[in-house]
Structures are given as C-alpha cells and as structure tokens.
C-alpha cells in the first residue's frame, strides 16, 4: 500500500484529501505544520506527498526542497491558491512534479493526477515531451537549459494559465506556444497565431476583436476576430510589447473579466481563450519607460518561459544543423571547418538564421557535392573576415583598446563593398550597449568596494537594471 503525506494548515483540506485518499485504499499521514512534518518525514518513506505552500512556521517550499533531496522516490504536488500561482511555478522548477490548485474544482482531475503519478508515470512524461516537441517542429537537442524548458512548458501546458515567452528573434517562441497548445486539453481547439508589430492600432484591434458592418469606412461586412476564432483554443500573441496602450487597455479587460465588444459593436462576448504571448524586448523595462501596461503584464506573465538564444546553448547547433541536413535529404554533411564555424558564430538571428544558412548552402553547392565547406556559407561568417565584436569583455584596464577595436571593424565593414548584414549591425551594437553597461557597473563596483546599492545609487539606477546589466536576470517566473 502506499504511504501518501499531507502537508497542510487548513485541517478541513486535509481532512477531506485524507478521507479522499483512505477511499482509494491508500495510506494516509496529515502534517498541519513543519513540526509534524519534520516528525512524520523521520518516521518512514512515503510515496508522495500534497504540500501546502503556506504553513504558519514553515515554507512549502522548503519542505518540497528537503523531500526532494533526501527521498528523491517521493513524488510531489504542491497546492496553491491562484494568486499563488506564481510560487506553484517556482515549486515544479525545484523539482514538484506537479502543482494543483486549491479550491479542487475538479475532483477528477485531482484524482488523475494522483493516480498519474502513484503509477510511476514520470517517464512517461519525458517520452511524451519528445513526442510533441516533434509534432511542433521542435528539434529537442542536448541543451540542459532547452530540456527543463520544456519540461516546465509540459508541466503548465494543461492548467488555464497565460504565459509570457520570451526570446531573442529566431530561438523558436511559436513553436514553444504550438508546443504548449499541444500539451494542453486544449489540442482539439484551434491555435491562432498573430503578429502585434506587424499591423496598424486600428487593423490590430478589428483582427482581435473582430468588427461590426459600418464600424469604420471599409467595413463593409462583420467579421469575427482572432478571439472568436480561437474559440477555446490558444491565441498567440507574437510582439505582445508592440500593441498600443489603447489595445493594451482591452486586452486587459479580456483577461480580467474574460469580456470583449467588437469594434463598432454593442454586444458584449464572453471567451474562454488561452493566451500565449511572446516578445524580444524587455517588457519590464517598456513598463519603466511606459510604452507597456504593468498591470497587463502582471496578467500575462503568470509564467514566464525565456528561451536562451543559440550562441548560448552551442551543444544544440549541430543536433539542429543535421536535423535541418537531413530533412533535406540524408547525404549532406557539414566540413569539419564548418562545424567550427558554426560553434564560433553568434547567430544574432538564431534558429532561424541557421536554417537559412543551411538552406542557402545547399543551393550553391555543386550538384555532386555532399558536403557544406566554408565556401558555401555568407560572407560574414568566414573566418579571418574582421569581426565587429572581439570576444573579450571590456574591462577597466582594456576599455579603451575594446573600443577602438569596436569602433575600427565597423569603420571597416562600412567601408567595405561586400554585402551588408543588417541584423549582425544590429546585433554588434545590441552588444557593444549590453558590454558597455556591464564594464561602467564593474567600475562602479571596484570604487565602492563592491557595494551594490551604492554603485546603483551612484549610475543613478535601480538594482534590478543593475543585475540585468551584470547579466544576472532575475530567473523568478
Ligand atoms: N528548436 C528548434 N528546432 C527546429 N527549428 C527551430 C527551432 N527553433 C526555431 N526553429 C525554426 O526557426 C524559425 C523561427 O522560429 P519561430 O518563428 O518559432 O521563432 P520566433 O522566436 O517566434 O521568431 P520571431 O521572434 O522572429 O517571431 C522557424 O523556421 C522554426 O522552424
């Protein structure tokens, strides 16, 4: 029989999980506090254990951390309330295996995922992910940061939460929402995708909402928008930061009160859409300089999923190089040359670049010709070509040397009558900016002796944009 433990302060929830349980035939132990844990965890080895995230003299979260350090064979659910949900998100990246939330509105559900897990069905799960990443054109790779990614998208996909994705241009955020659409019971349903920067405010609107007859010179017909359309499905929202504030309001009121009117129309419509969306900017910094609505984040970021851009996961390049060689057709292969091009290059357009690389490739090699050498790839990538960027940061005693350096490649690559790549422009000043405020921060806190706030207070900025610009971005979901 297996031994279940109960972690929770509110006796009514345990005791009803308690009677749940014993039903089941299980064998249950109830801790109303971290004293009785703490005396339970000694007495025995449990099979799994419902943990509260707020107790009145412990953490849930300490205890799910201990539980799983030292019975790795308990498996975990913690139980949150939904303005909790955020720490639920917390919990599965320390290692729950799974979250419900609290009140059960569905005793099925709870009684699936229970059992779920009682049958040992963890690596299930794992087969599963690699099933879906496929069916949503994800190449999975070898990445760890790639792999507990996705695992937490998995593990989110079925419950009714928005998600925020986001990732440098390229690194694959529709895919991850298709993955996540996929995952959710939501599969059936459409998944609508939409490109907030790629429409004007009042075509944007009408696409989301949809339009009455009349509503404005054109609209000759009344058409559904995107909201509609998807029904219960998902709706992707790419470029969420490029909406405006007026957009920004209503898609706002959608997710507080699940309520919209099309434009020009009278009628108010319900919807039970699952919102996904995605950006590459820094929406908390658009909030700071109010192109962005905090409260429309606070509603869209209840899990925050970043996908690292390629140059930092570089053990993946090659498992999606010959993935994109193989869809291809199985004979081509990379040069030993190329393959070390490809790990040193940056990729500013990431998977997407790539794959074009890979694809230009192909067209200009010779018709008998297996193997992709450097010859067949841009200009820019070659090796001995000036680089904009030296790999060495800029530090105080080599500041200046960086920016001459800076400074005389791009004077080079201006001059120069090859072709220009725009986005690897874009990109070297992204990251001369990124260097340049990470060098200034350093000095700073050479001067006062490491003191962070001082330092913050003397760059006359807050101590997160201090941490973002010592790279140290807060990982809270
Ligand atoms: N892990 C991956 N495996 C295979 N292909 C990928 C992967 N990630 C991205 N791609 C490919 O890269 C291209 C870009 O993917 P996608 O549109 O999902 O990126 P994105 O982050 O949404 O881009 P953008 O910000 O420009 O909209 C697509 O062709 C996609 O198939």
Same mark, same amino acid.
């Given at each position: 029989m297996a031994n279940i433990l109960i972690v929770d302060d509110d006796r009514e929830v345990a005791?009803?999980?308690?009677?749940?349980?014993?039903?089941?035939?299980?064998?249950?132990?109830?801790?109303?506090?971290?004293?009785?844990?703490?005396?339970?965890?000694?007495?025995?080895?449990?099979?799994?254990?419902?943990?509260?995230?707020?107790?009145?003299?412990?953490?849930?979260l300490d205890i799910l951390k201990e539980i799983t350090e030292q019975m790795p064979v308990c498996k975990t659910i913690v139980m949150t309330g939904y303005s909790t949900i955020k720490v639920a998100v917390e919990a599965i990246k320390l290692g729950a295996n799974d979250f419900i939330e609290k009140p059960f509105a569905d005793l099925d559900v709870l009684e699936k995922t229970i059992d779920h897990l009682l049958k040992n069905k963890t690596t299930m799960a794992e087969s599963d992910i690699q099933v879906l990443a496929k069916k949503s054109g994800i190449v999975t790779g070898n990445s760890e940061?790639?792999?507990?990614?996705?695992?937490?998208?998995?593990?989110?996909?079925?419950?009714?939460?928005?998600?925020?994705i986001e990732g440098e241009t390229g690194t694959g955020k529709e895919l991850l929402a298709h993955f996540i659409h996929q995952a959710s019971k939501r599969n059936e349903?459409?998944?609508?995708?939409?490109?907030?920067?790629?429409?004007?405010?009042?075509?944007?609107?009408?696409?989301?909402?949809?339009?009455?007859k009349g509503a404005f010179t054109g609209a000759?017909?009344?058409?559904?928008?995107?909201?509609?359309? !998807?029904?219960?499905?998902?709706?992707?929202?790419?470029?969420?930061?490029?909406?405006?504030? !007026?957009?920004?309001?209503?898609?706002?009121r959608i997710l507080e009160t699940g309520e919209f009117m099309r434009v020009g129309g009278e009628k108010i419509q319900k919807t039970n859409t699952r919102i996904i969306s995605a950006t590459h900017v820094d929406l908390a910094e658009a909030v700071k300089s109010?192109?962005?609505?905090?409260?429309?984040l606070y509603r869209?970021?209840?899990?925050?999923?970043?996908?690292?851009?390629?140059?930092?996961?570089?053990?993946?390049?090659?498992?999606?190089a010959n993935h994109?060689?193989?869809?291809?057709?199985?004979?081509?292969?990379?040069?030993?040359?190329?393959? !070390?091009?490809?790990?040193?290059?940056?990729?500013?357009?990431n998977v997407r670049e790539l794959s074009n690389v890979i694809k230009r490739a192909l067209t200009v090699m010779d018709e008998d010709s297996h193997i992709i050498t450097p010859k067949h790839l841009p200009e820019k990538m070659r090796i001995g070509k000036p680089r904009l960027v030296e790999k060495k940061q800029p530090e105080e005693e080599n500041f200046e040397e960086y920016m001459q350096q800076w400074t005389d490649n791009m004077i080079a690559v201006w001059k120069s009558e090859d072709k220009v790549e725009m986005e690897m422009i874009l990109h070297n000043v992204k990251e001369l900016e990124r260097e340049i405020g990470r060098a200034f921060v350093i000095k700073m806190l050479r001067a006062?002796?490491?003191?962070?706030?001082? !330092?913050?207070?003397?760059?006359?900025?807050?101590?997160?944009?201090?941490?973002?610009?010592?790279?140290?971005?807060?990982?809270?979901?």
């Open positions: 005791n009803f999980l308690s009677y749940f349980l014993k039903e089941k035939n299980l064998e249950v132990y109830k801790a109303y506090n971290g004293k009785d844990f703490q005396r339970l965890f000694r007495q025995q080895s449990y099979h799994l254990a419902l943990i509260d995230v707020k107790l009145p003299d412990a953490s849930g940061t790639m792999k507990r990614l996705l695992a937490l998208a998995y593990k989110i996909a079925p419950k009714h939460i928005n998600v925020l349903q459409p998944f609508i995708g939409i490109n907030c920067g790629a429409l004007s405010d009042t075509l944007l609107e009408s696409e989301l909402f949809g339009h009455d000759l017909k009344e058409r559904k928008g995107v909201f509609e359309l !998807a029904g219960k499905g998902t709706l992707f929202l790419d470029e969420i930061g490029e909406a405006s504030l !007026a957009t920004q309001v209503k898609l706002l109010k192109t962005f609505r905090e409260d429309l869209l970021d209840v899990v925050k999923l970043v996908i690292p851009p390629l140059r930092e996961r570089k053990e993946d390049i090659h498992l999606i994109l060689l193989e869809q291809a057709g199985t004979v081509f292969q990379l040069s030993a040359e190329t393959a !070390a091009i490809f790990e040193q290059y940056d990729w500013p357009g006062t002796i490491g003191n962070r706030q001082d !330092a913050a207070k003397r760059l006359n900025i807050s101590m997160r944009k201090l941490r973002y610009l010592l790279n140290e971005k807060s990982t809270r979901p």
